[in-house]
C-alpha cells in the first residue's frame, strides 16, 4: 500500500497509465510535490515536468490529451496557483479534452478561518470541470482519484482533484467494508451486455 495520500494518487494515476504530469510547485501542494520527488528517486513509471507557470501546466496538459488521446494530468498548488489552471482547463473544457487537475488547498484545520491564499475551489471550478471534489479522508481518495479519471476520460472533460495540505501527507488507508465507504477500482465497465447463449437479445437502456 502507498504511504501517503500523495503517494496513493500518483501511484492510482500510474494504474491508470498516466504517465506524464505537468505542474508547478507551492506551498499548498508541498506533500504532493514531496510525493513527486519520492517518486523518481524510486524510479516510479512517470515522467514531471515543470514548466514556468501554472496556466502553462493547464494548456500542456490540454495539449498532451490533444496530441495523444489520453488524459491530460496538471498540478497546482493552492489560492492563486489553482486559479491560474482556469484558462487551461477551459480550453480543454471548450475543446472537450479530458485533463485531470490535483490542486493543493489549504489545511482542513483552517476551514472557514479566511487563512492565507484560502479560495473556495469547489466553487471556483464548478462552471469548468464535470467533477471538482476535495478529498478529506485518506479512504476517500480512492473514489475521488478513480472518479476523476473515469469522468474526464467518458465525458471529454477536465476534472480536479483538491487535496488540502494536511491531507497530502496523511498515512494512506485501504477502504474499509463499513457500507457508508465507497470502494472503486480502476478501468471501465462495458455497457453493452452480452445475454446468455439461447435467451433473447435486448438492447439494454441508457
Known amino acids: 500500500m502507498s504511504d501517503t495520500v500523495s503517494d496513493f494518487v500518483i501511484d492510482r494515476l500510474i494504474e491508470w497509465d498516466l504517465h506524464q504530469f505537468y505542474g508547478f510547485p507551492g506551498d499548498g ?6 510525493a513527486l520527488e ?5 524510479g516510479k513509471a512517470f515522467r514531471y515536468i515543470r514548466p514556468t507557470h501554472e496556466e502553462i501546466a493547464a494548456f500542456m496538459a490540454c495539449a498532451h490529451a ?3 488521446g489520453d488524459v491530460g494530468v496538471c498540478i497546482a498548488t493552492s489560492g492563486p496557483g489553482a ?12 475543446d472537450n479534452q ?3 487537475a490535483i490542486v493543493g488547498q489549504q489545511g482542513l484545520a483552517a476551514f472557514g478561518s479566511d487563512t492565507q491564499q484560502q479560495v473556495d475551489l469547489e466553487r471556483v471550478y464548478q462552471d469548468v470541470a464535470g467533477y471538482v471534489q476535495t478529498v478529506v479522508t485518506p479512504m476517500q481518495a480512492q473514489l475521488v482519484v478513480d472518479r476523476a479519471v473515469r469522468i474526464a476520460a467518458a465525458q471529454r472533460c ?7 495540505a494536511d491531507v497530502q501527507n496523511l498515512p494512506m488507508e485501504e477502504p474499509t467494508m463499513e457500507h457508508w465507504v465507497a470502494r472503486t477500482g480502476v478501468g471501465y465497465a462495458s455497457t453493452v ?3 446468455p447463449q439461447g435467451s433473447c437479445s435486448v438492447p439494454p437502456r441508457c
Do not use: C, Q, S, W
Not at 38 to 42: A, V
Not at 158 to 163: A, G, Q
Open 66 to 68: 490533444k496530441f495523444t
Open 98 to 100: 479530458p485533463v485531470v
Open 158 to 164: 477536465p476534472t480536479v482533484v483538491i487535496l488540502p
Open 193 to 195: 451486455l452480452t445475454p
Open 29 to 34: 501542494i508541498g506533500g504532493f510535490d514531496g
Open 83 to 94: 486559479i491560474h489552471l482556469l484558462n487551461g482547463l477551459y480550453d480543454a473544457k471548450m
Open 38 to 42: 519520492r517518486g523518481e528517486r524510486d
